[in-house]
């Protein structure tokens, strides 16, 4: 096959790279106002999770649809979690600068409540991106799902941390980070996401993207 081609290997990797950086500006630019950082983070997801699964390339198309579709609950779930990280982190905080048993009830009250939050945000804007449900029933199955596929979410943890530690350590890295880290980021876990959600749609290969009831709570 000619790499040249437009089905050749090389034609279909730079279109994969122009999609990238395509998600990540319009992650940046949909994020600005901070507040709408949850329905920029459903949008990436859900355009990374159709890109993968169907191979198209209206990437901006799929953004910006499921960015005016899900943005009522994405906001109302970004807000929820960064109230209770803002908790947590106070919590930490206060247990830090105590002494005696109350610190140490502080935080191991606080560090048992950190994990499930972790958890379940890793996978809840990608939940709210993939299924039709209540805010409370996203919650309810992002936590279920990270617990449930307890190695996919350790692998999850990884890669986020992984990106976290050569960001701040390698230069080079930070610059890919700035050009594309977002749609590079969205992209890698995404692919991980359409392996778990296949467990709860198993006729999703036959399927198309469109988001689908979760009838399925583990």
């Known amino acids: 096959m000619n790499p040249f081609s437009y089905d050749g290997l ?13 998600l990540h500006v319009l992650w940046l630019l949909c994020s600005l106002p ?22 198209e390339s209206h990437v901006h198309q799929n953004f910006l649809r499921s960015f005016r579709q899900n943005f009522r609950q994405s906001t109302i779930l970004w807000l929820m979690m960064l109230v209770v990280g803002a908790v947590l982190l106070l919590d ?20 048992i409540v950190l994990l499930p939050f972790l958890m ?15 805010i409370r029933a996203h919650l309810k199955n992002a936590f279920l799902m990270a617990f449930l596929n307890f190695p996919y979410t350790l692998l999850l943890a990884v890669l986020l941390g992984t990106f976290v ?10 610059g890919l980070v700035i050009l594309c880290g977002a749609g590079i980021y969205g ?32």
Do not use: C
Not at 12 to 17: A, I, M
Not at 40 to 54: E, F, G, H, P
């Open 120 to 134: 379940t945000s890793l996978y809840l804007f990608p939940v709210v991106a993939k299924f039709h449900n209540p």
């Open 165 to 174: 530690f050569f960001s701040m350590h390698f230069i080079p890295f930070l």
């Open 92 to 111: 930490f905080r206060l247990g830090l600068a105590m002494e005696g048993p109350l610190s140490t009830a502080v935080l191991v009250v606080s560090s």
């Open 10 to 22: 090389l034609v279909r990797f730079l279109n994969l790279v122009a999609d990238l950086v395509a």
């Open 187 to 218: 992209y890698l876990t995404s692919g991980i996401f359409v392996q778990v959600f296949r467990k709860y749609l198993p006729d999703e290969l036959e399927q198309d993207m469109d988001k689908t009831d979760l009838t399925y709570h583990g």
């Open 34 to 55: 901070i507040v709408t950082i949850g329905a920029s983070t459903t949008a990436l997801y859900y355009a990374s999770m159709r890109r993968i699964r169907t191979d």
